[in-house]
C-alpha cells in the first residue's frame, strides 16, 4: 500500500537523519586516523649524543646550547662546487619560511674542517645571508664532527680518493638531506633535499610542518 502525503516528509526526515548520523560518524573516524597519522608521522629515531664543536664565531658550542629547541641540521663544505651551494640556498630559504615566532634553529656542518675555519664559516654563512641568531656554522675535529654528524644525525660524508676527483672542490661525497631534531635532542625526520623527483617546493612545506609538530610537543 503507498505511504500517504502525511507520512512522507517523516519518512523523508528519518532518512536525513541518518544520514547525517553516518556522516559525522565517518567524520569522527577520519579525524581519529588523522591524528594517529599525525602522531606516527615523526618518529623517534634515536638520541642525539652530547659534542663540543666551534660556530662562526669561534665559541664553543654544545648540544645545551640547542637545548629546548627544535632544530634542522645538515652538512656541506665551503669549497663544495656541487650539491653544497644548493643546500645553503635551501637552508636560506627555510630560514626565511619560519614563523618569526618559531624559535627553531638551523644548524650547517662542515665535513672539511681542516679548511673550513670558523671565519671562513661566518663568511660562508654571511655570502648566504645567514641570520647568526637563528643559523649557525658548526666545525671542529674530524672525530667531534663525526660523532655529531655521523654517528647521532645520520649524515654521511666520504673523502674523495685524490685519483678519483674530477677537479680541485670535488674533496666529498656526502649526505645531501636535511635532519630534524626536537626539544629533547632525538633525531625524529630525515628529508631528502636533492635527487630525481624531488622539488625543493615539496620538501620545504613538508620541513616547516616537523618544526611545527616538534614545537607543539611538551
Same mark, same amino acid.
Given at each position: 500500500?503507498?505511504?500517504?502525503? !502525511?507520512?512522507?516528509?517523516?519518512?523523508?526526515?528519518?532518512?536525513?537523519? =541518518?544520514?547525517?548520523?553516518?556522516?559525522?560518524?565517518?567524520?569522527?573516524?577520519? =579525524?581519529?586516523?588523522?591524528?594517529?597519522?599525525? !602522531?606516527?608521522?615523526?618518529? %623517534?629515531?634515536?638520541?642525539?649524543?652530547?659534542?663540543?664543536?666551534?660556530? !662562526?664565531? #669561534?665559541? %664553543?658550542?654544545?648540544?645545551?646550547?640547542? $637545548?629546548? &629547541?627544535?632544530?634542522?641540521?645538515?652538512?656541506?663544505?665551503?669549497?663544495? @662546487?656541487?650539491?653544497?651551494?644548493? +643546500?645553503?640556498? !635551501? +637552508?636560506? $630559504?627555510?630560514?626565511?619560511?619560519?614563523?618569526?615566532?618559531?624559535?627553531?634553529?638551523? %644548524?650547517?656542518?662542515?665535513?672539511?674542517?681542516?679548511?673550513?675555519? /670558523?671565519?671562513? +664559516?661566518?663568511?660562508? #654563512?654571511?655570502?648566504?645571508?645567514?641570520?647568526?641568531?637563528?643559523?649557525?656554522?658548526?666545525?671542529?675535529?674530524?672525530?667531534?664532527? @663525526?660523532?655529531?654528524?655521523?654517528? $647521532?644525525?645520520?649524515? $654521511?660524508?666520504? /673523502? %674523495? *680518493?685524490?685519483?678519483?676527483? *674530477?677537479?680541485?672542490?670535488?674533496?666529498?661525497? &656526502?649526505?645531501?638531506?636535511?635532519? @630534524?631534531?626536537? *626539544? &629533547?635532542?632525538?633525531?625524529? #625526520?630525515?628529508?631528502?633535499?636533492?635527487?630525481? #623527483?624531488?622539488?625543493?617546493?615539496?620538501?620545504?612545506?613538508?620541513?616547516?610542518?616537523?618544526?611545527?609538530?616538534?614545537?607543539?610537543?611538551?
Amino acid at each position: 500500500m503507498a505511504e500517504s502525503p !502525511q507520512q512522507l516528509p517523516r519518512a523523508l526526515w528519518i532518512g536525513i537523519v =541518518l544520514l547525517l548520523v553516518v556522516l559525522c560518524l565517518a567524520y569522527a573516524l577520519s =579525524l581519529m586516523e588523522l591524528r594517529r597519522a599525525y !602522531q606516527r608521522a615523526l618518529p %623517534v629515531i634515536g638520541p642525539v649524543a652530547d659534542f663540543t664543536l666551534t660556530n !662562526q664565531d #669561534g665559541r %664553543v658550542t654544545t648540544l645545551a646550547d640547542l $637545548s629546548n &629547541h627544535v632544530w634542522i641540521a645538515g652538512i656541506i663544505f665551503t669549497r663544495c @662546487a656541487g650539491p653544497c651551494p644548493v +643546500m645553503s640556498a !635551501q +637552508m636560506k $630559504s627555510l630560514q626565511d619560511a619560519l614563523p618569526p615566532a618559531s624559535r627553531a634553529k638551523l %644548524v650547517t656542518l662542515t665535513t672539511d674542517p681542516d679548511f673550513d675555519t /670558523p671565519a671562513v +664559516m661566518k663568511k660562508y #654563512g654571511e655570502r648566504f645571508g645567514a641570520d647568526f641568531n637563528r643559523w649557525m656554522f658548526l666545525t671542529g675535529s674530524k672525530a667531534a664532527i @663525526a660523532g655529531l654528524a655521523g654517528d $647521532s644525525l645520520k649524515l $654521511s660524508a666520504v /673523502p %674523495v *680518493k685524490p685519483e678519483d676527483r *674530477k677537479n680541485d672542490a670535488d674533496l666529498f661525497i &656526502h649526505s645531501t638531506i636535511f635532519v @630534524a631534531v626536537d *626539544k &629533547h635532542a632525538r633525531l625524529r #625526520g630525515v628529508f631528502e633535499t636533492l635527487g630525481e #623527483g624531488i622539488t625543493w617546493t615539496n620538501v620545504q612545506p613538508r620541513l616547516i610542518a616537523a618544526v611545527r609538530q616538534l614545537e607543539r610537543e611538551r
